[in-house]
Nanobody
Framework: QGRLVESGGGLVQAGGSLRLSCAAS????????MAWYRQAPGKQRELVAW?????RTSYADSMKGRFTISRDKNTLYLQMNSLKPEDTAVYYC????????????????WGQGTQVTVSS
């Protein structure tokens, strides 16, 4: 059965950095597309970044230049630099065979989420 388990969240001051990790079962990691989403209190879930098996990546405009998504050895990563208070949210990793489903926000597999809090 596929599993995704996030870790690495926490409390950080504005301007700081965090690296999120998402450990995936082998069957999940072999899927074509993986992604990070986030959901802040009272807001809709948004797509942060995605990456394909071939290494193609894409980022939401507000994360470009600050966040880096990568994948290696059954783990998905999100390096977050220059964090801002508005980055505070629960961050989720996800995976699907179809990149279209990732972009649509409806991937088949989800992690449980990890809280990131950025203080001003």
């Amino acid at each position: 059965q596929g599993r995704l388990v996030e870790s690495g969240g926490g409390l950080v001051q504005a301007g700081g950095s965090l690296r999120l990790s998402c450990a995936a079962s082998a069957s999940i990691f072999s899927l074509n597309a993986m992604a990070w989403y986030r959901q802040a209190p009272g807001k809709q879930r948004e797509l942060v970044a995605w990456i394909t098996n071939g290494g193609r990546t894409s980022y939401a405009d507000s994360m470009k230049g600050r966040f880096t998504i990568s994948r290696d050895k059954n783990t998905l990563y999100l390096q977050m630099n220059s964090l801002k208070p508005e980055d505070t949210a629960v961050y989720y990793c996800a995976a699907d065979t179809s990149l279209r489903m990732i972009v649509a926000g409806t991937p088949d597999y989800w992690g449980q989420g990890t809280q990131v809090t950025v203080s001003s």
